[in-house]
């Protein structure tokens, strides 16, 4: 079936705008985690769903980022007041609970503030 | 220091020959992955492993636990193997997360 999904694929911000970005995950896919690559760098944990709950946030680098699931598949993670260190791609990935933890990857969103 | 090293963190190659990328971890796992990415963000996994060695066509993964290392292997590389590959860890403590490693950057030239 169809893999993991983000949108927009890009997305440039002037700064202090809200943004919005959506994960589509694999249909059926438990568990969902948000990422945070920025230039030149591996990506860094943001947040995992299982579910629709979030069991785990303890990435989210301030309380300008928050992050939902609330049908437990659909995820959007938005960032407020948007600043310039806040460029980077942004992954989502989900993962089906008999996989033995591998995690399927979307394309990324790349997020550009200006 | 970063929980996760990978070495060189740049590799340009010709095609055909052998490749070694390397990954140290300094905390306690209870898997290892290894992971590519190509220019425009999408990433693929490659190996999930906790012990010895997998191979998968011409790319090797092993891992020595009580060293707290593992280095992925290119047997005859070609252009299409240029990518990012990235070390990833899944801790015991916690099974849910990953942290990555910074990368390596791998061109093969023709």
């Known amino acids: 079936g169809a893999g993991v999904s983000q949108s927009p694929r890009y997305k440039v911000a002037k700064r202090g705008q809200d943004v919005a970005l959506r994960c589509d995950p694999i249909?059926?896919?438990?568990?969902l985690f948000w990422y945070q690559q920025a230039l030149g760098q591996g990506p860094e944990f943001l947040t995992y769903?299982?579910?629709?709950?979030?069991?785990?946030k303890s990435g989210l680098p301030s309380d300008r980022f928050f992050a939902e699931r609330p049908e437990g598949s659909v995820s959007t993670l938005k960032i407020q007041r948007t600043q310039q260190e806040d460029s980077a791609v942004y992954l989502c990935?989900?993962?089906?609970?008999?996989?033995?933890?591998?995690?399927?990857f979307g394309p990324g969103t790349r997020l550009t503030v200006t | 220091k970063n929980e996760v090293e990978q070495s060189p963190q740049n590799l340009t190659a010709q095609e055909g020959e052998f490749i070694t990328i390397n990954c140290s971890y300094s905390?306690?796992?209870?898997?290892l992955h290894w992971l590519q990415q190509h220019p425009g963000g999408g990433i693929v996994s490659l190996f999930m492993?906790?012990?010895g060695k997998k191979k998968h066509g011409r790319l090797i993964a092993t891992i020595n636990i009580q060293e707290k290392h593992s280095s992925l292997h290119i047997t005859a590389s070609h252009p299409r193997d240029s990518a990012v590959y990235i070390c990833?860890?899944?801790?015991?403590?916690?099974?849910?997360?990953?942290?990555f490693g910074a990368g390596t950057i791998l061109r093969v030239k023709s």
């Open positions: 990935a989900s993962r089906d609970r008999r996989s033995s933890y591998e995690q399927y």
């Open positions: 249909s059926g896919h438990v568990s």
């Open positions: 769903f299982q579910n629709e709950a979030q069991l785990d």
């Open positions: 905390v306690g796992i209870s898997a």
């Open positions: 492993l906790s012990s």
């Open positions: 990833a860890v899944r801790s015991g403590g916690n099974g849910n997360k990953l942290v």
